[in-house]
């Protein structure tokens, strides 16, 4: 009987406690969990309408501002779901939960009035447009009057000045993206204005043809100063633009608010956690201590019963659930749970899995990127910092890149950059070592944590076989993929102390040789902080020096490689910096490609070469085709067309001898919109090449596509062509199928008389290089047109008797059409 005694108080102790215990357990499980969960969705769906409102800002036109929009909105409407959806798990309204229903409503009212303030932004460009084109008539009109100018008279010339300055400033205005920059172009207009305004008795008294361009002058004035004028809605445009920055900048604060009513309630369900797991700990010290109580006033066989049946069953698996408890509340989610069997115990067991998991879940939701499943920045520098701040740390972090990923996403869609980004991901899973860590910080970057990885041989290694796996094309759904990884190196502790720095480093590395477009590794040295703000320099001196005039054009012959004739001349823009020195285009033509200083500066370009080239026909120096090298930018972002036919007509250069130059990737972006522009040259009677033949991605569709009439076979082909049977074998299949189409070929980069030589053997038409002659100032280029090019004096090796010997022709020919 006492032994069935103390059995039934022991278990009855025991049942009490187990089930208040399972109670409180449960409770956290299915009041805390999902609580944690909801906030930490929330926070993903805040982060994500941040990260997709800035693209409302750079949209062109209301088709692309509407799909935009689709998109924030629909960014928004997760986002206030996810707030709908924790007001439900916490319950009772708090001040926290209050201030995020506000915070979610103000980001919502910031969010519509961005989209008016960008809506009234484009509504403002489409009245601008039309008062351009009726500015354009008024120009039209302009130019037949200046006809009528006297250029002895005076006032006339005073005029025809004042008149110049005016339509130069309107021109001008859309470029203005300052307040103070307009008023300063304004005032210039205006002064110009009331320069005329004085000069209209005498022009009336003195009848000269300038009293016919008063009324249109009047006009004009409309045009530009008065109510809902040029720079009128310039101005308003400026302000729109403002408001919906200041929206933006007012949402990323009102994201930071979220953030932190997100922790906040965060906090609070992991505090009750921790006030749950320390009632369940005390309860179970009280049944412990009961238990141990009823046991010594017990029998020794009691005891031994009682102690085979508690102590067995039910005290050794509470103090392993309780340990386990511990371990977890620590942090440590690999901590044994007892589950099997069907009691009590059991049932708290299965239910203290359930909170394991959930925990587990948020925590690798909060540390992993979303897409690839790689570990996200935030792990990615907990883990840096850890390893550095071992004894004796030491290792390598990669940044690495993908060249041209931003041209796939635009040109494929997202779906397609997607499944790159997926392929890399594994990639870099199957090629870290099993102690290294891949992550991804955003878009297309990635980076690698190698640890213990410092000697230069066992680096230089590693980076081969992790730039092959990289590098080997990639099979996606509508194309198989050339991936163009670039990779940045830091070592630590050698490049930084502490993880920021080395992070950043390594992305310094990656930004430097993916813009220098060399071999796609770079190692940190501290002269690349020295290089990033040399680029800024330069973007600063280019503005300047293209207003101040310090570029000068060079000229490099094109010579017809079956008589030695000099039928042409490529146009090289230079650049002396008075205090620099001279500054090689490699450098700051990628510095004016991404500022939009290409736009100016491509436009005196054509202008200076064209001018060029008429001055010399004009001198009876030869009707030589000029080539102009036009960017993508241009292209895309400007009326060249427009500007191409106004070129021709100022400096009276036939069209037929500009010929211009561009790559394939013009059509990479915008193809329908570069198509149009390029034909509508064409029709100009401007010749088209194709520069850097053979180096795009799909040379061969765009050709079929293309209105050109030229190719230029890529340098890199013909300094190989000696040493290289490739080389030779390529040069030979862009010859003969430009050939094929019926187009003329140019080879780039002649350096030796073996490269004319085979090069005329196998049909090229023209050829440039430094074995005729480097890039030229137009003084030399001049007394080489004046004298026998010094290669009609050289040995050639002819291979064809067909052949004629270069100094059996004359020094040039005229071009046709």
Known sequence: MTVAGMTLVASLVAWVTNDHSSQITTQMVEGEVPAIVALSRLGQ???????????????????????QWRRTAAAEEAMMQAVQEVQRQQGATSPVLASIERTAGRTSVQLQILLSAMEHSLALRARYRIQTEQIDVLQQEYRVLVGLLSSDVANDMAVLSDANRIMAALAEVWQVSTPERMSALEERVRGAFDRL??????????????????????????????????????????????VAADRLATIQVLATALDRDIRTLMSASQAR??????????????????????????????????????????????QTLADS?????????????????????????RALVVFRDALAHVRHVASHDPLTGLANRRLFEEKLSRDMQ???????????????????????????????????????????????????????????????????????????????????????????????????????????????????????????????MTPAVAFYNSSMGEALHRRKAIRSDLRQAIDDGHLELHYQPKVEMQTGLITGMEALVRWQHPKRGRISPMEFIPVAEQSGLILPLGTWVLQEGCRQAQAWSAAGLGDLRVAINMSP???????????????????????????????????????????QRLRAMRDLGVHLAIDDFGTGYSSLSYL????????????????GLMENEEDARLSRVIIGMAHDFGLEVVAEGIETLEHADFLRHEGCDLGQGYYFAKPLEHQAFERLLASPPPWQHQPVGMRSSALLPWSQTPRYTRMGA
């Open 197 to 242: 305004d004085s000069l209209r008795p005498a022009l009336i008294r003195s009848h000269t043809g300038a009293v016919e361009l008063l009324p249109l002058i009047d006009r004009l004035r409309t045009l530009a100063l008065a109510d809902g004028s040029i720079f009128d809605l310039k101005r308003r445009d400026i302000q729109a633009r403002q």
């Open 390 to 516: 071992r004894a004796e740390a030491c290792g390598t972090v990669i940044a690495i890149n993908l060249r041209g990923f931003r041209d796939i996403n635009n040109t494929f869609g997202h779906q397609v950059g997607d499944q790159l980004l997926l392929a890399m991901a594994d990639r870099l899973r199957w090629a870290a070592r099993a102690q290294d860590l891949a992550a991804r910080l955003g878009s297309d970057d990635f980076v690698l944590l190698v640890p213990g990885l410092v000697e230069p041989e066992e680096i230089s290694a590693y980076l081969d076989g992790l730039h092959k796996v990289l590098a080997a094309p990639v099979p996606l759904d509508v194309i198989e993929m050339e991936a163009q990884p670039v990779l940045g190196i830091a070592r630590y502790p050698h490049d930084g102390l502490c993880a920021a720095d080395v992070l950043h480093n390594a992305d310094l590395a990656m930004t430097s040789s993916k813009d220098a």
């Open 45 to 67: 769906h805040a982060t994500q309408l941040i990260a997709t409102a800035p693209g409302v800002l750079f949209v062109d036109d209301q088709a692309d501002l509407h799909e």
């Open 633 to 675: 930018v241009q292209v895309l972002c400007q009326d060249v067309v427009g500007i191409v036919a106004q070129t021709l007509e100022d400096t009276g250069l036939p069209p037929n001898l500009l010929e211009i130059e561009i790559t394939e990737g013009v059509l990479m972006q915008e193809e329908t919109k570069a198509m």
């Open 273 to 318: 956690i921790s006030v749950g797991h320390a009632d369940v700990m005390e309860r179970l010290g009280q049944s412990k201590l009961i238990l141990l109580l009823s046991s010594g006033l017990s029998l020794v066989a009691a005891m031994m019963v009682a102690w085979r049946y508690v102590g067995t069953s039910v005290v050794g698996r509470l």
């Open 325 to 349: 408890m511990r371990a977890i509340a620590a942090g440590n989610l690999a901590a044994p749970i007892p589950t099997g069997g069907h009691d009590e115990v059991s049932d708290m067991g």
């Open 704 to 719: 079929k596509k293309m209105p050109v009439s030229c190719l230029k076979i890529d340098q890199s082909f013909v300094r």
